[in-house]
Nanobody, 122 residues
Framework: QVRLVESGGNLVQPGGSLRLSCAASGSIYIIYAMGWYRQAPGHQRELVAAITPGGSTNYADSVKGRFTISRDNAQNTVYLQMNSLKPEDTAVYYC????????????????WGQGTQVTVSS
């Protein structure tokens, strides 16, 4: 059993900052990429940022220069520092982890957190 638990979502004013956290727990053998996605009402879920175990990152164009993804491999945790927030950043943010629960490659799959609400509004 693997769980991803997000925290840090909140209501914030435009220009403000938030830091999201996501901790993976349970039967984990190895975690490959981790990332953050978001879904706003009436929109498809989209990739916000992703990070490899070695620290390579990629970002959606809309958040480059404002958001920073990082991870603590020892703690199986990924973070998203969000600065200069805009109303269009309002969405439910989901944590994602590509991981395996054993050395058997067939155990590798994507896991998702339950989501955390970020609302940017004055």
């Amino acid at each position: 059993q693997v769980r991803l638990v997000e925290s840090g979502g909140n209501l914030v004013q435009p220009g403000g900052s938030l830091r999201l956290s996501c901790a993976a727990s349970g039967s984990i053998y190895i975690i490959y990429a981790m990332g953050w996605y978001r879904q706003a009402p009436g929109h498809q879920r989209e990739l916000v940022a992703a990070i490899t175990p070695g620290g390579s990152t990629n970002y959606a164009d809309s958040v480059k220069g404002r958001f920073t993804i990082s991870r603590d491999n020892a703690q199986n945790t990924v973070y998203l520092q969000m600065n200069s927030l805009k109303p269009e950043d309002t969405a439910v943010y989901y944590c994602n982890a590509d991981l395996s629960s054993s050395s058997d490659y067939r155990r590798r799959k994507d896991y998702w957190g339950q989501g955390t609400q970020v609302t940017v509004s004055s």
